[in-house]
């Protein structure tokens, strides 16, 4: 929301009390779903209290709703940031804001982004403002290959960010995970499976845990793992890395496991596809920018999708904790490669499903997030224009069905240096 | 913030351009002193670029940003022996005998120029035996050149040519040190030597840098500079021992001959331009006044996330910020970049550039270039999508001293061009022909029209479209 005079009433909004939720109808705007159907014109959205009700062009509008309307405008379901840091990190380089890893702690897939995540983090805002309303958040790995418990996040000025708290372990096995094992593949993948075996002990008689393999906290946490009740996150980007990591489910068949970054999933595409094992892959990583990406391409995303991989976008270490706001640049660079002789994009549909109902379905909650369906949480987006193009600007952010401020740091700074020369005071005292 | 950003944050150089030649020199620069600097640094590692072979070619039906703010619709550009000939309306007249591409519904601008790139000096793959972009064994190098450090197969020199039309760039040492040493402008041409890659007549440009890199790197070595005031003291002494070098050069036992003294007088003489990493309004300025003590000017400050703080400053000084359109929160000094920064410097009449210091973003300068117009416009200001396309053309172009050959679709110039299959200002164009000196070095149409490097030559992926 970049009107001033919006900015004024948000500004305001963010000092009251909390807005609550209430019934709105947003009419007559492109409504896109978020599930990879054609976007609908002329439709109307209505919210209820924390929830999508309707959707569709024969919605009655409920007497008692206020009315937004979205004539000219594109409506779609939030942004879903489909691999983040977000909240766990303030500024990069100052230690004391930055919770992405501990390589110091005793701790490895105990760790749990939970306890870190800050709702008031300046980089929350900016993004919520930029019509990101969810996140997958990682955290990093620190002396181990396993970094911990991740979670998923909504994005509201509010003071409980969690919308699932230990959804995910995240795990290295690509060459951070041969640097974080001591030194080689094969570190990192005797280290997984001893600490896998060594839970499973823990798990038969607490009394056997050998401690110099791993805490007993550690092993609590890897015993979901094992089960399958909770996903496992691999970051790995090499075709072979890709494929050791399917080939886990030999020794370990309950393992939910998801791919994260896969830059050269292409080349075995066929395989990731065939293993049920979805992605949540860099979506314009082409460059080798080390031997695991050898052939690293833009065309990976769409390359995996035609071969039947389910597929979303993340942003494993590109900026991952301040630019969520670049899902919607990112998906629509993936469209332009259509135009590209042998280039392989996604549709227009396909790749807005990319960051709002693909990485939802991918973690297990399609049926709460990601796409503006009955029953699904209220996080909607009014936008000014297609949300993929550069142009575009994003008017009105609901979460949980509340309407969010969208207020910043950098719309404050922006608007005391509207005009750079100090007046009649300094310019500390322009608010 | 994981190693990859933070070995970028400090492989992000600092280079101050100093286009000295209007600063304020008391002492009258003897012409045989002057002119021993520029054959010095001339004679040495000299350009061997040769164009590549061209086709008379003629675009018509095609919307021509100019790179100078001027749009032409349903425009015609005229390439002939490697130069710009006509580019202009539909009336404009070519002859017959030429090349004809039909530019319904596309795009025509100047070849894309990076002011700030690490391409080859921080290659991909970013193994450590590539990392050559900071000479950090002392805060004071500007006897080192980047060139000598460009790893001409870097495979990033390919995607910006490919993905971003990247015709021209500037190759800077990092940001470690103080003085980092002389940049080079490079034509973005596959090439077995970097002289063969260097932009014949381009001057140099001296990087230097300010904030936190310089103190951290050496602060935690326990050496100066510690802090921001020791890089400053530190900075001051080495002008002062410059200007005495330049003196003593003058008298009649000129002193032994020193390179990294040599390119310090090149600045003071206005041959080398400075080109300054710094992020801080308050620094910004602390430079500024720096460099009117010791008589230089600063060109660029790059980075520069703070630059719409003071755009009334930097309009007034005429020095140019070559900024991003949008990164922040990575360290402390970036904590208060803005998206409208751009559009606050143009509302002040500063000059803008946008530059990637990135390897991706280099692919998609237009995009960035297109987000900070969008911020501009969003909070009401007035700014053309041709204004846009000079930010990454014709301004990094002056500020690299090279306005006179490219940068612009004027004719005599470079025919360096680049055909889009659609606005570049929106997220779904890309290049479909690229041409440097009228060679056409990228075809998307013709897989044979695709460099590959050497490094990726017999590796999984080679010659994809990536």
Redesign the interface.
């Known amino acids: 929301m970049?009107h001033?005079a919006k900015l004024l009433v948000s500004s305001l909004a963010l000092m009251a009390a909390p807005v609550v939720a209430e019934t709105v109808a947003i009419t007559g705007g492109k409504v896109v779903v978020g599930d990879g159907s054609a976007p609908m014109d002329g439709a109307t959205v209505v919210i209820r209290d924390s929830r999508v009700v309707a959707v569709g062009t024969n919605v009655t509008v409920p007497a008692n709703a206020r009315r937004i309307d979205a004539s000219g405008k594109w409506v779609t379901p939030g942004i879903f940031a489909g691999f983040s840091r977000v909240g766990l990190?303030?500024?990069?380089?100052?230690s004391g804001t930055?919770d992405?890893s501990a390589a110091d702690s005793v701790f490895s897939a105990a760790l749990d982004v939970q306890y870190a995540v800050n709702p008031f983090a300046?980089?929350v805002a900016?993004n919520r403002a930029a019509g990101v309303t969810r996140a997958v958040v990682s955290p990093?790995t620190g002396k181990s290959i396993f970094g911990g418990y991740g979670a998923i996040v909504d994005l509201g000025a509010d003071n409980n960010p969690i919308t699932k708290a230990r959804a995910f372990q995240f795990v290295e096995l690509g060459e951070t995970g041969h640097r974080r094992a001591g030194g080689s593949r094969t570190a990192a993948h005797i280290l997984f499976r001893a600490m896998l075996e060594e839970a499973r002990t823990y798990s038969r008689n607490p009394a056997l845990l050998d401690s110099d393999m791993l805490k007993a906290s550690d092993a609590k946490a890897l015993l979901p793992v094992i089960s399958g009740k909770t996903r496992l996150l691999v970051h790995a980007n090499s075709?072979n890395d890709i494929l050791k990591v399917l080939g886990l489910r030999k020794d370990f068949p309950s393992l939910k496991l998801v791919l994260v970054g896969a830059n050269?999933g292409w080349?075995v595409a066929n395989d990731i596809a065939a293993a049920k094992v979805p992605v949540l892959a860099s979506a314009?990583?082409?460059?080798?920018?080390?031997?695991e990406?050898?052939?690293?391409?833009?065309?990976n995303i769409g390359r995996m999708k035609q071969a039947g991989v389910q597929v979303a976008i993340g942003m494993i270490?590109d900026?991952?904790?301040?630019?969520l706001?670049y899902s919607m640049?990112y998906a629509?660079?993936l469209?332009?490669?259509n135009?590209?002789?042998?280039?392989t994009g996604l549709s227009w549909d396909e790749a807005f499903a990319a960051i709002s109902s693909g990485p939802a379905e991918i973690m297990g909650m399609g049926g709460q997030l990601g796409s503006l369906k009955a029953g699904r949480q209220g996080d909607v987006v009014i936008w000014t224009g297609d949300p993929?193009?550069?142009?575009?600007?994003v008017e009105t952010v609901f979460i949980d069905g509340v309407e969010q401020s969208l207020s910043n740091?950098?719309e404050r700074?922006?608007e005391r240096?509207?005009n750079?020369?100090p007046g009649a005071l300094p310019?500390a005292y322009d608010r | 913030m994981d190693l990859r950003n933070l070995l970028a944050v400090v492989a992000a150089g600092a280079l101050v351009t100093g286009c000295a030649a209007t600063a304020a020199e008391t002492e009258t620069a003897s012409a045989s002193a002057s002119s021993a600097s520029k054959s010095s640094a001339k004679a040495a590692f000299p350009s061997t670029y040769k164009p590549y072979s061209y086709d008379n070619t003629v675009i018509t039906g095609v919307t021509i940003f100019d790179g100078e703010g001027q749009r032409f619709d349903n425009g015609v550009i005229f390439m002939s022996a490697g130069k710009i000939v006509s580019v202009g309306g539909p009336e404009t007249v070519v002859p017959t005998d030429s090349t004809i591409i039909d530019g319904t519904g596309k795009y025509v601008t100047p070849g894309i120029i990076d002011i700030h790139s690490h391409l080859g000096d921080y290659p991909t793959p970013s193994v450590a035996a590539h990392s050559d972009g900071n000479e950090a064994t002392s805060p004071v190098t500007p006897e080192v050149w980047a060139e000598h450090s460009v790893w001409p197969q870097d495979p990033g020199f390919s995607r910006a040519l490919t993905n971003g039309g990247i015709t021209s760039l500037q190759i800077l040492p990092g940001s470690a040190n103080l003085f980092g040493g002389r940049s080079v402008t490079l034509k973005n041409v596959p090439a077995r030597t970097v002289q063969a890659m260097k932009f014949p007549g381009a001057p140099y440009g001296m990087k230097m840098a300010c904030g936190e890199n310089p103190k951290r790197v050496y602060g935690n070595r326990n050496r100066k500079p510690a802090t921001r005031m020791g890089s400053i003291s530190l900075t001051r002494q080495t002008w002062i021992n410059a200007q005495e070098y330049k003196k003593k050069r003058k008298g009649a036992k000129p002193p032994k001959r020193d390179i990294g003294m040599e390119t310090l007088v090149g600045v003071l003489d206005g041959d080398i331009l400075v080109h300054n990493h710094c992020y801080r309004a308050d620094e910004l300025n602390q430079i500024i006044d720096m460099s009117k003590e010791f008589g230089y000017k600063v060109t660029a400050f790059h980075h520069a996330v703070e630059s719409y703080k003071i755009a009334d400053i930097l309009a007034k000084e005429e020095i140019c910020s070559a900024i991003w359109a949008d990164w922040w929160g990575f360290k402390m000094e970036a904590y208060d970049a803005i998206p409208e920064n751009a559009a606050l410097l143009q509302q002040a009449g500063a000059c803008v550039i946008i530059h990637s210091d990135d390897e991706n973003q280099i692919q998609r300068l237009n995009q960035e270039a297109s987000k900070a117009l969008a911020d501009g416009r969003a909070m009401g200001i007035e700014i053309t999508d041709a204004q846009a396309i000079q930010w990454i053309t014709y301004n990094p172009a002056k500020a690299m001293g090279i306005s006179e050959q490219t940068g612009s679709l004027k004719p005599g110039k470079m025919a360096d061009v680049v055909l889009w299959n659609d606005n570049p200002l929106s997220v779904y164009a890309r290049p479909e022909k690229v041409w440097i000196d009228g060679a056409m070095l990228y075809d998307a149409n013709d897989p044979n029209r695709r460099p590959v490097s050497d490094f990726e030559l017999g590796q999984p992926g080679e010659g994809d479209v990536k």
């Open positions: 970049k001033f990190v303030e500024v990069g380089a100052v930055n992405t300046a980089p900016v990093s075709a050269e080349r314009l990583s082409d460059l080798p920018y080390s031997f990406d050898l052939s690293a391409t833009q065309s270490n900026r991952d904790a301040h630019q706001r640049q629509g660079n469209v332009a490669l135009k590209v002789p042998r280039a993929l193009e550069l142009s575009t600007q740091r950098q700074l922006r240096y509207r750079p020369t310019k």
